[in-house]
């Protein structure tokens, strides 16, 4: 439909339409405490509570839970992706772009792009604070900048569920309600919060294969400096399967929504 | 600069069981503008929006500057800018912002992008309120923020959907005012409206919608001149019931149009008998008149006796 766009066109249209959306967080200041302050507090409360209880130690269990709030926290903010995306439908704007000559896409991977940037800043804040509870990386930089970067392509990913969700869904509450709800599952059926083989075997047997358990565990072998190849490999097969299917549908349903 | 026309045929477009366009043929030439003029919820803005490639019709043509609207989407948003009838302004951003937004949207390096929006600022009299979110702009000053972003890539189509929809008077006349000083460059443009008076103070041509036909076109003129000199009011007495009042000028061969809320009954006398016919027809029967009168219509008068016509006929 857009034979007239180079890809070269959608990429700069995508940058400005980031662009836009990082203005935005000066005007929503809660958009970043969203990214930064609620998980650091999550972490210590998790973390004083449930430590002694689960690890033995707050110290131990600081070292298995700060990757889980990583992969957490960043379905918190993906949450705010699509949310944005079903209020640009409700003010109008959205018209503006979609009879502007811009690439389809670009509303979309701008949202996308803006919001992996509160996930970068999400990431490094929690890593940066997660020493002061006992959390230490044995992996190196080397394995710092490895589980970051995986929890990052997880976390467009997730953003891509949510746009999905924000584009197809008018209420902006519903949006909101639904983005939240699907993580769930997710969330706490996986070895974020704690190891899977105290699960019993039918969730177990869910926990090993969600993608947030493969991207957990990928993330704590590379920050511990002793990366496992399988999990990496089977966090990259599901952020690459989430990738090929949800950036087509929620572009389709963008143009096609009136 | 010359943008190029519009032209549409035969087109259709239902909304699950509401028939929103019933076979729409218009035109509107390079270089003209057209006012598209009808009620709350003839299809105006469906059609604008058909021709801004925001919405598919279901059967039917469109072709804008020579682009199919279905076939090459993009190339006619190349050719078109678009106010629609709600403001599309990024309310979480500044005016300025905005501005600029669209200014590289639309291809301009970061320098020309930012002094082609305050261009436009100063242009607008946007200038003082261009650092603030547009979200605490007032509504007319929301309009010609829209109305600046539509104008920043200088096109050579604009649509504007019920434009003054909402501003007081002064607001009104001022982007009246806007309007015909960026008519003057050859720009073909596209204006719903519900009210005949705007039609008739921007637009050489008119269409006149309701059901999503069209149910008359013209100048505004000719128009005025179709529905004849004279307009009748008569006036009834509560007591009297309207619709036997509008069955006995029917009878005549009178074409009344009836407004409940004033209990008036309006009607156009085209032949000369026409004002003696009615006299006879109300003179039967138990019918209080309190007010006969003949008037040159109004505009918006004109309009109504145009679209209620049809609307009667429906009732039927
Ligand atoms: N998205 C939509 N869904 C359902 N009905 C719609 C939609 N858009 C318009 N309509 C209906 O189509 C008819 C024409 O609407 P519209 O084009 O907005 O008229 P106008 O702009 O002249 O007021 C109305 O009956 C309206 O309710
Ligand atoms: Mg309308």
Avoid at chain 1, 20 to 31: A, E, I, T, Y
Avoid at chain 1, 147 to 174: D, H, M, N, Y
Avoid at chain 2, 88 to 94: M, R
């Amino acid at each position: 439909m857009s034979q007239a766009l180079t890809v070269t066109d959608a990429f700069r249209h995508a940058s400005v339409m980031t662009r836009r959306n990082v203005v935005q967080f000066k005007s929503d200041p809660g958009l970043v405490l969203d990214a930064t302050l609620t998980p650091v507090l999550i972490s210590v409360i998790f973390v004083s509570v449930f430590g002694g209880a689960i690890s033995g130690g707050t110290a131990d269990y600081a070292q298995f839970f700060v990757p889980g709030i990583m992969a957490i926290n960043l379905m918190i903010v993906s949450r705010n992706t699509g949310v944005g995306m079903a209020v640009d439908f409700n003010s109008g704007v959205v018209d503006r772009f979609r009879s502007l000559p811009v690439a389809r896409s670009a509303l979309l991977s701008g949202r996308v792009a803006a919001d992996a940037l509160r996930m970068l800043l999400s990431l490094v804040v929690i890593l940066a604070c997660s020493t002061l509870i006992g959390f230490r990386v044995h992996g190196g930089l080397a394995g710092a900048a490895g589980a970051v970067a995986l929890l990052l392509a997880f976390g467009v990913a997730l953003s891509w569920i949510a746009v999905c969700i924000g584009v197809s869904v008018k209420s902006v509450t519903t949006v909101s309600t639904l983005t939240s709800l699907w993580v769930l599952p997710f969330q706490f059926g996986s070895s974020a919060l704690v190891p899977t083989t105290g699960m019993p075997a039918w969730l177990r047997a869910f926990a090993d294969v969600n993608p947030v358990t493969l991207v957990v565990n990928a993330s704590r072998g590379l920050l511990d400096g002793t990366p496992g190849l399988p999990s990496i490999l089977g966090a990259l097969a599901w952020i690459a399967a989430i990738l090929v299917v949800f950036i087509p549908v929620s572009v389709m349903k963008y143009s096609r929504r009136s | 600069m010359n943008g190029g026309g519009i032209r549409v045929e035969a087109l259709t477009k239902r909304f699950g069981k509401v028939h929103a366009l019933r076979g729409v043929d218009l035109e509107v030439r390079p270089g003209t503008v057209l006012g598209l003029l009808g009620p709350n919820g003839a299809g105006k803005t469906t059609i604008v929006r058909i021709l801004s490639t925001l919405e598919r019709p279901d059967s039917g043509s469109a072709f804008v500057a020579g682009h199919d609207v279905v076939r090459h989407p993009h190339l006619v948003r190349k050719a078109i800018a678009v106010v629609g009838q709600y403001a599309t302004v990024d309310e979480s951003i500044s005016g300025r912002e905005n501005l600029y937004l669209v200014a590289r949207l639309l291809g301009l390096r970061p320098r020309q992008a930012r002094a082609r929006a305050d261009e436009m600022l100063e242009l607008f009299e946007l200038g003082a309120v261009g650092g603030r979110s547009a979200g605490g702009y007032s509504g007319g000053l929301r309009r010609r923020l829209d109305l600046a972003a539509s104008l920043i890539g200088r096109p050579g189509i604009l649509y504007l959907d019920e434009p003054s929809t909402g501003l007081d008077p002064h607001s009104r006349k001022e982007l009246w005012d806007l309007i015909r000083g960026m008519t003057h460059e050859g720009m073909t443009l596209l204006l719903t409206t519900q009210h005949m008076e705007e039609a008739e103070a921007l637009a050489g041509d008119v269409v006149v919608v309701d059901g999503g036909r069209v149910v008359a076109a013209g100048t505004p003129k000719e128009l005025r001149s179709r529905i004849g000199g004279q307009m009748l009011h008569v006036r009834l007495a509560a007591t009297t019931d309207l619709a036997a009042a509008r069955a006995a000028l029917r009878a005549a061969d009178l074409t009344p149009v009836a407004d409940a809320e004033e209990n008036v009954l309006r009607m156009t006398l085209t032949r000369d008998g026409d004002l003696t016919a009615a006299l006879k027809a109300l003179a039967g029967g138990d019918i209080v008149v309190t007010g006969f009168e003949t008037r040159t219509p109004s505009l918006d008068e004109a309009f109504l006796a145009l679209t209620g016509a049809h609307g009667d006929e429906e009732d039927l």
